[in-house]
């Protein structure tokens, strides 16, 4: 398998006689065998980014190296990767079967016995062994899909490119071939980029995040990283659902001011915030905001707008000053719509970004595990 680096890869589209930069000085590495998810709102250049590294689009600066050697000008052909498409691109006239040998038949030198085993072996893999005689239009949406990792694995490539391969697939089927998928990873080890602008599904299946916005990435990491410690705003309000509650604020001395309350910050936090800096962002996550019996010197009280309950969690939907602050407590809360509580955001798990930059500051205490957390925020219960 092969390790993939991107060095100071950029690509300019000409749109209607002005540049579109699609993708903007991106650097990053894939080790061998690992799984990077790339990330990001639509437009932001995923897509791009992996049809240059399958060679399908010339970057217009920048190179990409496969175990270290340079494969910028290489032909799709000669980089050994397989490719699986949201709309499985499968031949409407061809039997799975078919489907899944084609590329061995006519790209390669194999000898039919060969190629059988492949395609029996692929396709016991993806349980489609009993589907190989029909044609598309004869096969579920996930069968489909099956068909297609099938055809890409029977090439044995060194690098498989997944472009939201699960996307068309509905709720449940998505969380299943998620499963599959990662199964099909650890049994394979094929060093593997996948593209998808879900962060739930980013976060379930990806070694390492590539967070993208604009075609310039914003961090790469563990999926907890990104979620523990976001590089800046733009990667805190993406990764986690509900999105991180978020306050404006003008420090002033040990005091955050913010429109709506003013927050205590202890020394040592305070002394994160650089000297000079007069715009200051409050992040705090769902799950971290506590629910109190009486106010604290960090609390404020506020209406309970919408409740949700999602079985084993409930989100309260409340208004703080201009903004929503949504509370995550686990568990069925007793709470309803109009009730008045009391929330705390607790020191150890604020985030504060720069308020021009977006950039982190300080992330919440990472010594305090999720797991403590989610009991710490049952106030209610
Ligand atoms: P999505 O999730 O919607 O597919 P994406 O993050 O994959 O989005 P890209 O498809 O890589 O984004 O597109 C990045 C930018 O480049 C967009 O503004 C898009 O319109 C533009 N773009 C992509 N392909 C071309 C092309 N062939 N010609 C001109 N512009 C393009």
């Known amino acids: 398998m092969a390790s993939i680096e991107l060095d100071n890869l950029r690509k300019v589209f000409n749109e209607g006689g002005g540049d579109l930069v699609a993708v903007d000085d991106l650097s990053l590495k894939v080790d061998d065998s690992d799984f990077l998810v790339l990330v990001g709102p639509s437009g932001c250049g995923k897509s791009t980014t992996l049809r240059t590294i399958a060679g399908l689009e010339q970057p ?122 990662q199964e099909l990873h650890s049994k394979l080890d094929i060093t593997t ?24 990435l914003q961090q ?25 509650n978020r306050f404006e604020g003008r420090p002033n001395g040990n005091l955050l001011e913010t429109d709506a309350f003013d927050y205590h910050l202890p020394d040592d936090v305070a002394g994160q915030i650089p000297t000079g800096t007069d715009e200051v962002i409050l992040g705090i996550r769902p799950e971290d905001v506590k629910v109190v019996d009486s106010p604290t010197e960090n609390s404020l009280s506020t209406e309970i707008n919408v409740v949700e309950r999602m079985g084993d969690l409930t989100h309260i939907y409340t208004t703080v000053g201009d903004d929503e602050c949504i509370i995550t407590l686990s568990g069925q809360a007793e709470v309803a719509q109009g009730d008045e509580i009391e929330i705390e955001f607790p020191t150890a798990r604020i985030h504060l970004f720069d308020g021009k930059t977006g950039d982190a500051l300080k992330n919440r205490d990472s010594d305090v595990s999720i797991g403590e957390s989610a009991s710490i925020s049952s106030g209610i219960s």
């Open 193 to 216: 980029v996948y593209v998808t602008h879900d962060q739930e599904e980013a976060m379930t299946m990806g070694d390492q995040l590539a967070v993208l916005n604009d075609g310039e």
């Open 220 to 244: 790469i990491g563990t999926p907890l990283e990104c979620y523990q410690e976001p590089a800046n705003t733009f990667v805190a309000g993406f990764i986690g659902s509900p999105r991180m």
């Open 60 to 181: 217009t600066d920048g190179q990409i190296l496969f175990d270290g050697e340079d494969v910028t000008d290489m032909g799709p052909q000669e980089r050994r990767v397989a490719m699986v498409f949201q709309d499985y691109a499968l031949y409407p006239h061809m039997t799975a079967r078919e489907n899944m040998s084609f590329g061995l038949r006519y790209g390669s030198d194999h000898d039919d016995e060969e190629i059988d085993r492949r395609v029996n072996a692929a396709a016991e893999m993806m349980g489609i062994e009993n589907h190989l005689e029909s044609r598309p239009n004869e096969l579920s949406g996930g069968q489909q899909q099956r068909v297609a990792l099938g055809r890409a694995i029977v090439r044995e490539p060194e690098v498989f490119l997944m472009d939201e391969p699960l996307s068309n697939l509905d709720a449940k089927l998505r969380a299943q071939m998620r499963t599959e998928l």
